[in-house]
């Protein structure tokens, strides 16, 4: 009998993907890496659009394991907001890996949030000297949501010290903390909390750096920075002596080297040699001694990988979880 095709909506998308269960299928996806079952090649990145018309990305992404083959498509216009409409459209289409058989479809922007989110805090979970009580987010759009949502659900956050840009967005964000049962504080320098977090997580679209710089005396060898916004050339969320310093004190990891060269604008303004980044399929298997080593604070830049979206999809085709 043929398998019934499953298309799901935002929320239903979302029910099949907890945060925790998420970050524990990315775990057993980057095994599936580790011994070659599952494979993804680089994502295509098309420009679309024009600068009057509205100036966006299309991007394509197939991955396959063993039993499960799938197709992210998914557009980027960061002028849609003005426009009233989302940032990220798009769908995950999912088939199965023997027949071809299409199984489901899921909300392109609902996974791309929460898988994202995921490696986060799959990362934070393994890598942070102190991964519990205190944590900063730079940013108040949708994926400082998603980050908000997943480290609560994944970690004991007592509280979050939320900056942006923005200030109403980060009003709201810190709204939406209270009603996690998580103490909040929105503050206009981030300077103000690092002496009282030990994870950091940046989501913004900012052309240069949104934190202070390791000659700045603020940073310590128990923080843990995930850089998750910039994803492009131009983009820098990250301080160039920092990047250098954990690329040089072995504490500079990545989700994936595949297109990091051409999408981590933190590093590439750095001028990180790509042979120090640390891919996170390997560093996950010596998590005990990344955590312990010092001399700089741990960074992780995530540039996102299809195989972290074919998790998702794992997961979801599970049926309803938690």
């Not at 200030?167 to 009282?196: C, F, Y």
């Not at 297109?259 to 560093?283: H, R, S, Y």
């Not at 996102?304 to 999809?313: P, Q």
């Amino acid at each position: 009998m043929p398998n019934a095709f499953v298309p799901l909506d935002a929320a239903a998308t979302a029910a099949r993907l907890p945060y925790p269960e998420l970050a524990q299928a990315i775990a057993a996806m980057l095994a599936e890496l580790r011994d070659g079952s599952a494979m993804a090649p680089p994502r295509i990145a098309l420009p679309v659009g024009d600068a009057v018309n509205g100036a966006g990305t299309l991007l394509v992404m197939p991955a396959r394991n063993r039993d499960l083959v799938m197709t992210k498509n998914i557009t980027v216009h960061p002028d849609n907001p003005r426009r009233g409409l989302p940032t990220i459209l798009g769908e995950v289409l999912v088939a199965n890996a023997h027949t071809g058989e299409r199984i489901a479809m899921l909300d392109g922007p609902t996974v791309t949030g929460r898988r994202t989110a995921a490696v986060t805090l799959l990362a934070a979970q393994s890598f942070a000297p102190e991964p519990d009580g205190e944590l900063l987010i730079v940013g108040a759009g949708v994926q400082a949501q998603t980050h908000l949502e997943a480290f609560v659900a994944g970690l004991p956050v007592r509280r979050v010290w939320l900056q942006s840009r923005t200030r109403d967005k980060a009003e709201a964000l810190a709204a939406q903390a209270l009603a996690l049962g998580v103490e909040a504080r929105v503050i206009e320098d981030v300077a103000e909390a690092l002496p009282h977090v030990s994870m950091v997580v940046t989501v913004t679209s900012s052309r240069t750096a949104v934190l202070p710089d390791l000659d700045s005396g603020l940073w310590t060898d128990r923080h843990f920075v995930a850089g998750v916004g910039a994803f492009r050339p131009d983009m820098c969320e990250l301080p160039p002596v920092l990047c250098r310093t954990a690329s040089a004190q072995g504490r500079l990891l990545a989700d994936t080297l595949f297109g990091i060269e051409d999408e981590a604008g933190d590093l590439l303004q750095a001028g990180i040699d790509w042979a120090t980044v640390q891919p996170f399929q390997t560093a996950i298997l010596d998590a005990d001694a990344l955590r312990d080593r010092t001399g700089s604070p741990l960074v992780f830049k995530s540039v996102g990988y299809a195989l972290w979206d074919l998790a998702a999809c794992v997961l979801a085709s599970r049926g309803d979880a938690g």
